[in-house]
């Protein structure tokens, strides 16, 4: 009896799956693909006190807590929302104070403060179970300022002559000058060279490591960086690099030769601090620098955008300095990121809005018991990349833009997503003519869920102030006669079945 009443429960449901429903084939996940979340180590989560040693909370300049277990126990929380890659700060290990990682003792250990190596190890197997990446800070280019290697009779030849560069524009002297008075590496010297280049394919191997960022890219000499990267890609032929060259894309561009893969995007970081930082603010200048760096890179994935770096101050202050509230500037800068051509690369904090000036004041501890506002606007827009290819492989056509609104497209195979943007103080109302997308069809918006049909050879669409809205072109929806059949069908089967459930019940009971 039992048995028999589950299979006659189960014949609605059973029905209702058996519903055709059209879906994408999903495809071979690339770096495009890739929604990545930068971190520094000693500031995100202390997972084990027990490695703290000289750690000061109360002191923004020194070790913090922060480890390789903390980062651990929060991979769940990163994947949450969606990112598929994670970046760490340096991890190697670091002078006393060296939090940031840039003052390295030993490119072979990693720091006592965040762990050992097998808790390194941990990290990235879990990371990898989650199928997360995880991407190394790198950086060649100088030691810590009291660095015993400065000492010792050995190495003298390992750095370049003690000066401070004269002439910022003078390529050589970048190369070879002391950086902010730190030992300058020399990468021509045979032992130095191999060195470095040993230490970089020897994490690969350890540890399974999935990429790095390098950094302070100018000032090292390309012909090394050619070399790192064929270095590293002979241990690991998928393995990623990202370069760090602050400048402009004429200067970034010229480090293509060196075979590294993605460039920080700072031309574009700048035009979108200034025009996100407030409202009413035009973004013809963040599509002009796209278009100029597009044209210089060539390739969608080329260019990795972010907003905050640890080495800038945080955009939370700039929208802060312009009486901004923090939250609606994040999600329009944040749209931005997560819809055009290039992979996104968000830094901790952002998605709580963290506030801070210049380092070590842009270093605060991460918090993760303020509000989820942020948090849930990250996720939808992930969930949108996720669902929808062309927002990752997709051309960009801009097909509007006056002051602070613009309309773009993204188009992969058959699929088109329409982004607009009103980063205004005033609803906006925008006309769009069906040359641009085609006729009788309809933009069905998935933030919001507006819904905008063409009509008299145009598609209007009004938007509310400081917000962004994601639309898939579709056909124009028409009652679907046979799928109305079908779940009518269900729900005369689902009733009846109730109906002889309670005829049974009447039946079984004592008179």
Do not use: C
């Amino acid at each position: 009896m039992r048995n028999g009443v589950l299979a006659l429960a189960l014949i609605p449901l059973l029905l209702f799956y058996a519903i055709p429903v059209g879906a994408a084939e999903k495809e071979q996940r690339t770096w495009t693909d890739e929604i990545v979340y930068s971190l520094m180590v000693d500031r995100f989560f202390d997972g084990n006190t027990k490695n703290n040693g000289d750690a000061d909370v109360n002191d923004p300049s020194a070790f913090n807590g922060g480890d390789f277990e903390g980062v651990t126990k929060k991979l769940n929380y990163l994947k949450d929302m969606g990112y598929t890659a994670i970046i760490l700060s340096p991890i190697f290990s670091n002078e006393d104070k060296g939090y940031h990682g840039d003052w390295v003792t030993d490119f072979y250990k990693t720091d006592q403060h965040y762990g050992t190596i097998e808790d390194f190890k941990k990290l990235v197997n879990e990371a990898h179970n989650l199928d997360m990446k995880v991407i190394l800070d790198f950086q060649v280019n100088n030691v810590g300022p009291h660095s015993s290697w400065l000492e010792d009779a050995d190495k003298q030849d390992w750095f370049h002559e003690e000066k401070e560069a004269s002439n910022d524009s003078d390529q050589k002297q970048k190369e070879t000058a002391w950086l902010d008075g730190l030992p300058d590496l020399n990468q021509d010297n045979a032992e130095t060279r191999e060195y470095l280049l040993d230490a970089a394919k020897w994490w690969i191997t350890e540890t399974d490591i999935d990429g790095y960022r390098l950094t302070k890219v100018q000032y090292v000499a390309k012909d090394f960086w050619k070399e790192f990267v064929d270095s590293v890609k002979s241990e690991k032929s998928n393995f990623y690099t990202i370069g760090d060259v602050q400048g402009d894309a004429n200067t970034i561009s010229s480090y293509k030769e060196t075979g590294i893969d993605a460039f920080m995007a700072y031309p574009q970081n700048i035009e979108l601090r200034e025009a996100f930082a407030s409202p009413d603010k035009e973004l013809k200048p963040v599509f002009d620098a796209f278009k100029e760096s597009e044209a210089k890179f060539g390739g969608k994935a080329s260019q990795a955008l972010f907003m905050d770096t640890q080495a800038m101050p945080r955009f939370t202050k700039d929208a802060a300095d312009n009486n901004e509230n923090p939250g609606s500037r994040w999600k329009m800068a944040l749209s931005y990121l997560y819809t055009m051509p290039g992979v996104p690369i968000v830094f901790y904090g952002s998605e709580i809005a963290l506030n801070g000036n210049k380092a070590p004041d842009n270093h605060k501890l991460m918090n993760f018991k303020t509000e989820q506002e942020l948090v849930e606007y990250i996720t939808k827009l992930t969930d949108l990349r996720v669902m929808h290819p062309a927002l990752t492989k997709g051309d960009m056509e801009l097909l509007y833009e006056r002051g602070g609104t613009s309309v773009f497209k993204r188009v992969y195979g058959k699929e088109t997503m329409v982004v607009t943007m009103n980063n205004t103080s005033e609803t906006q109302t925008i006309k769009i003519a069906d040359k641009e997308l085609g006729q009788n069809k309809e933009l069905r918006g998935m933030l919001n869920g507006d819904l905008v049909r063409s009509k008299d050879n145009s598609y209007t669409i009004v938007i509310d102030r400081e917000t962004t809205e994601v639309y898939t072109l579709s056909p124009k929806s028409t009652i679907n006669i046979p799928y109305l059949f079908v779940i009518g069908l269900v729900l005369l089967i689902f009733f009846l079945f109730i109906a002889l459930i309670m005829k049974r019940s009447k039946r079984n009971q004592p008179n």
